[in-house]
């Protein structure tokens, strides 16, 4: 099984434990994910160089958490 299909796998079995909410809110960070790698692919194909990098971590009561990132930009010369 490749790696992508074991995560995709993951995912759905996890989604069947997560409230309506929870799936609508993971559904959003995907779908912002995409739009995200589609938008770091675009700056290095005009020659932008981006490193995602975590800026701070939060959390929420019960123990939640979700790290947030900044990207780091290096125009090549």
């Known amino acids: ?3 992508r299909k074991s995560v995709k796998l993951r995912a759905e079995e996890l989604s069947t ?3 309506d ?3 609508s ?3 959003m960070v995907g779908n912002e994910l995409h739009r995200l790698n589609t938008a770091v692919m ?3 194909e005009v020659g932008l160089s981006v490193e995602l990098q975590r800026t701070a971590r939060h959390h929420a009561k019960g123990g939640y958490w979700g790290d947030l990132l900044v ?3 290096v125009k090549q010369r």
């Open 71 to 73: 990207p780091i930009v």
């Open 21 to 23: 909410d929870q799936r």
């Open 1 to 3: 099984m490749s790696k």
């Open 25 to 27: 809110a993971i559904r």
């Open 42 to 44: 675009k700056a290095v």
């Open 17 to 19: 434990e997560m409230s």
